[in-house]
Nanobody
Framework: QVQLVESGGGLVQAGGSLRLSCVAS????????MDWYRQAPGGQRELVAA???????NYAEFVKGRFTISRENTKNTVYLLMNSLKAEDTAVYYC???????WGQGTQVTVSS
């Protein structure tokens, strides 16, 4: 079955950390660029971070220095380590595989201030 499954979300206090995971199945994971997006209530979905098949990373300005994207091809998994979380990081976080535009179901991250 072709799918992406995210996990690791939850409720955390401001300043805390979470690590999100996204496990891919049914695709040749190591060949794809993997992205993390987020969507806050009432907001648009926005790109948070990306990692290419070769391990090159890119971050949105609002997470630079706080979030780290990584991948483990042997486990078909991409991670998002989120440190120094802020209330404005509250959103549903989604992973995405490019260029096939495959999406996971999302995982909720709530940061209390």
């Amino acid at each position: 079955q072709v799918q992406l499954v995210e996990s690791g979300g939850g409720l955390v206090q401001a300043g805390g950390s979470l690590r999100l995971s996204c496990v891919a199945s049914g695709i040749n994971f190591r060949f794809y660029t993997m992205d993390w997006y987020r969507q806050a209530p009432g907001g648009q979905r926005e790109l948070v971070a990306a990692i290419t098949s070769g391990g090159v990373t890119n971050y949105a300005e609002f997470v630079k220095g706080r979030f780290t994207i990584s991948r483990e091809n042997t486990k078909n998994t991409v991670y998002l380590l989120m440190n120094s979380l802020k209330a404005e990081d509250t959103a549903v976080y989604y992973c995405n595989a490019q260029p096939i535009d495959l999406w996971g179901q999302g995982t909720q991250v709530t940061v209390s201030s």
